[in-house]
């Protein structure tokens, strides 16, 4: 027998529709490309989102076609999410520290119509459009006044663009199963692979992501989303504030501790969503300037943190200098992205701050509609114990089924299991703890060591800005661990006092045979240590005659 209920597809539009709606005056903040920080609010986008899907149309895209944008987090951007996506055209966000040949490559496989693009990737697209054949046209996201000097075909403003427009659209009635925003992954090794969204995916993750025991979120928040809109969707954050109406504020290209400091506190953000790096540098302007700085005035409660792992340190300094909650999470391009987010049980309640501290550094638990577990090598599952280490697998609705076009073949087995690619402990209250990426672990000695542990070890040193831990090859051991440092400004850390400050934090076998201190280390386009650089930079690091040598596990 069948429900009686309404069949009303799960589309993305029905987010702006509500947020117009019920929220209009409710604000979107934005520094722009151009410098000034911007003022709109829901209604406003909603008005310019149709303005761009009539101008989609009268460029002849069509529902389903992409169209790509190589932009920061703007209105203009957020308009795109909304104007393209609701209108049925697919949006292709790239990320635009990707090299050249990378984006060449997206570029050409997804057969973007038209580019929308920031004036800071003016000469990127100019070098670009000479080798992308299918591209119809470009669009700078910009105003008539500030159109960058370069000389393309099919050149638009989009400014002069909306404005010719009207602000009347009808959203389509689409396939709720219809593909809505193309995103590739980073492509460490071989092409970047091309996640395609549905709105029922997104929609469906935007609810889990707004929910109590999601980030909590409300027409009352005011969010700080430095998460890239080219990285997962933001996190599905411009969904999820439609969806509540709160308001977002968009950080442009300014991404410094400093700009980023003026901005949680000039417009009264109590929510703000980052990967570790951009922390570890607004954390840094704090120290740089503490007695200038009036920390008082900030109404920070909590903090998104995911894409590597968030260490205790720094879960402990929102707490200590905001009272700010860090909400350790977990995912991948491929599951839209959240599938798990660090919250407290009712058990949990009285704990003391180092015991809770302990629990907030582990990834989370699952939400509701994503489902996860560990396996052996011959895809067994193994425990949720805390202590056994397997390959981490998921499930669910906003999991990817396969990448765009088969590349990559099937990605799933026969019950729809996912493999991330990372490897992970499960425990018994389903708290998920990462362990490494399954290519960055150290085998040594027949048993693993976990890079991500040891660094939120090293981190936890006062002078110490960023740690990361490579595996090097060992003729008796396999691989032993080597640790490079970045230290504080105007701090030094040695060898020694780093092993010794490891001493009682790690075993005694895990404790890294060298330690390197480093001008700066390299990142992912998507903020991530580059363990690959690292590994290809120290392949042939001899360890110190006088590190002592490691004990037999
Ligand atoms: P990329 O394109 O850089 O791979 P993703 O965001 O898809 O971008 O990367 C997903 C990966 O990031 C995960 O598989 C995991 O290895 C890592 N990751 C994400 N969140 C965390 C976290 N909280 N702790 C540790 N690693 C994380």
């Known amino acids: 027998m069948q429900g009686l209920m309404q069949r009303t597809p799960l589309l993305l539009s029905s987010l702006i529709t509500h947020a117009a709606r019920n929220h209009a005056g409710r604000e979107i903040v934005g520094r722009s490309v151009e410098g000034p920080v911007v003022r709109t609010n829901w209604g406003e986008v909603e008005g310019r989102a149709k303005r761009l899907a009539n101008a989609l149309a009268r460029l002849g895209v069509r529902e389903g076609e992409r169209v790509a944008t190589l932009a920061w987090n703007t209105q203009r951007h957020l308009e795109l999410y909304f104007g393209a996506i609701g209108s049925g055209v697919v949006l292709h966000t790239i990320n635009p520290r990707l090299f050249q040949a990378q984006i060449e490559y997206m570029l050409e496989h997804a057969e973007d119509q038209y580019i929308f693009f920031d004036l800071s990737f003016a000469a990127l697209v100019s070098a670009l459009a000479p080798r992308i054949k299918g591209v119809r046209g470009y669009i700078a996201l910009t105003d008539r006044a500030h159109m960058p000097a370069i000389d393309l075909p099919n050149l638009l403003c989009y400014e002069e663009l909306l404005a010719a427009e009207s602000a009347q659209f009808s959203w389509p009635d689409l396939d709720e199963n219809a593909a809505s925003i193309l995103c590739y992954t980073s492509g460490t090794t071989g092409n970047p692979k091309g996640v395609l969204y549905s709105h029922r995916a997104l929609l469906l993750h935007s609810f889990c992501a707004a929910a109590a025991d999601g980030l909590g979120l409300s027409c009352m928040d005011s969010v700080l989303t430095v998460v890239p809109l080219f990285h997962a969707n933001a996190w599905g954050l411009p969904f999820a504030a439609a969806m509540c109406g709160a308001k977002l504020v968009f950080p442009g290209a300014e991404l410094d501790g400093g700009s980023l400091f003026a901005l949680t506190r000039d417009e009264a953000c109590n929510v703000v969503a980052g990967v570790p790096t951009v922390w570890f540098g607004f954390f840094d302007y704090i120290d740089r300037n503490r007695d200038k700085l009036d920390l008082g005035v900030f109404h920070l409660d909590r903090a998104l943190v995911g894409g590597s792992a968030a260490p205790r340190s720094l879960i402990a300094r929102f707490d200590r200098d905001f009272g700010a909650f860090l909400l350790h999470a977990w995912g991948m391009t491929e599951t839209s992205p959240i599938a798990t987010i660090g919250r407290l049980l009712p058990k949990h309640a009285g704990l003391d701050r180092e015991a809770r501290y302990d ?68 425990d018994s209250d389903g708290y998920v703890t990462l362990t490494d990426r399954a290519k960055d672990i150290i085998k040594s ?81 998507t903020g991530k240590l580059s363990k690959a650089t690292l590994r290809k930079l120290y392949a042939n690091h001899q360890i110190a005659p006088e590190s002592a040598p490691a004990a037999a596990p």
């Open 359 to 426: 629990i907030q550094a582990k990834q989370g638990r699952p939400v509701y509609g994503v489902e996860v577990r560990i396996v052996d090598d011959a895809g067994q599952e193994l425990p949720r114990d805390g202590v056994a280490v397997g390959h981490l697998v998921v499930r669910g609705p906003w999991v990817t089924a396969g990448y765009f076009r088969g590349e990559g073949g099937v990605v799933v087995d026969a019950e729809n299991w996912f493999d991330t690619g990372d490897v992970a402990t499960i």
């Open 445 to 525: 000695g027949g048993e693993w060591i976990s890079s991500i542990a040891l660094e939120n070890a090293a981190i936890g040193h006062a002078d110490v800005l960023e740690a990361a831990v490579i595996g090097i090859p060992h003729p008796k051991w396999v691989e032993r661990p080597l640790l490079l440092i970045r230290c504080k400004e105007g701090k030094v850390v040695t060898r020694q006092d780093m092993r010794d400050f490891l001493a009682d934090k790690v075993a005694r076998w895990w404790l890294p045979d060298d330690v390197i201190i480093v001008e700066d280390l390299p990142h992912t386009a």
